[in-house]
């Protein structure tokens, strides 16, 4: 799977939006963008994912750019209940052997002042 | 049913003890998973289970020993465990690639493991 970098850490004031940014320079063509977090001792909770176009949930946003090298997910309001630790993290969906490994990186903190 | 139960939340044990981690699911993956997880540091993957088959294990000792009894349970058995093995444990779900509802994975809470 390829390897993602993301700034290790970000603030956030509350109700803002949260932009937090992740590259993925050599992801390949089915390859997905995933984004999970990790909020202090929990596990971690999938929040979105994408393989080209642009998606939003209840969650969140995610943008990718159309070259898929790099990827913004987005809180559109944030609360003090966002902070937490944002994976980003691309792997092929099917086939093959590597459907299993969901391989973390070192994640964004994101924290969120009121 | 939408989570992943692990049980117990939190264990203190022995070198010498042996204990078992349980993970259950009700959601129809068919695909399971165990992580490991040091303090500060993010989930490092150590098993993977598909439709009851071990189908990868990434270079884990023998100490820690897998088990899926069922398409809903994922054991983890621990024998003499050193104190460097404390960490969180993990668990998480899937659907397969056959299945394709959802891409998502389900992590339970953990187990919280302190080897003493």
């Known amino acids: 799977d390829a390897k993602t970098t993301q700034p290790p850490s970000m603030d956030c004031a509350e109700g803002r939006a949260a932009n937090l940014p992740c590259n993925h320079s050599t992801i390949s063509g089915n390859e997905y963008v995933y984004w999970y977090r990790q909020i202090h001792s929990q596990g971690p909770q999938y929040i979105i994912h994408?393989?080209?176009n642009n998606e939003t949930n209840e969650m969140a946003s995610l943008i990718i750019t159309e070259d898929r090298k790099s990827s913004t997910l987005i809180l559109p309001h944030a609360t003090l209940r966002d902070t937490a630790v944002y994976y980003c993290i691309v792997r092929v969906v099917a086939g093959g052997t590597s459907y299993g490994k969901l391989t973390f990186g070192q994640g964004t903190i994101l924290t969120v002042h009121p | 049913d939408t989570e992943v139960t692990q049980t117990p939340k939190h264990l203190v044990m022995g070198m010498t003890n042996k204990k078992s981690l349980k993970c259950e699911q009700h959601m129809g993956h068919r695909a399971m998973y165990w992580y490991k997880q040091k303090a500060k540091k993010p989930p490092e993957l150590m098993f993977v289970?598909?439709?009851?088959?071990?189908?990868i294990n990434e270079s884990v000792p023998s100490r820690f020993s897998p088990e899926c009894p069922n398409s809903s349970l994922l054991n983890l058995h621990l024998h003499a465990l050193q104190p460097e093995d404390s960490a969180l444990y993990l668990c998480?779900?899937?659907?397969?690639?056959?299945?394709?509802?959802?891409?998502?994975?389900?992590f339970g809470s953990g187990t919280r493991l302190t080897v003493v």
């Open positions: 998480a779900s899937s659907p397969s690639p056959a299945q394709r509802r959802s891409y998502g994975y389900t």
């Open positions: 994408g393989l080209k």
């Open positions: 289970y598909s439709y009851e088959k071990l189908s």
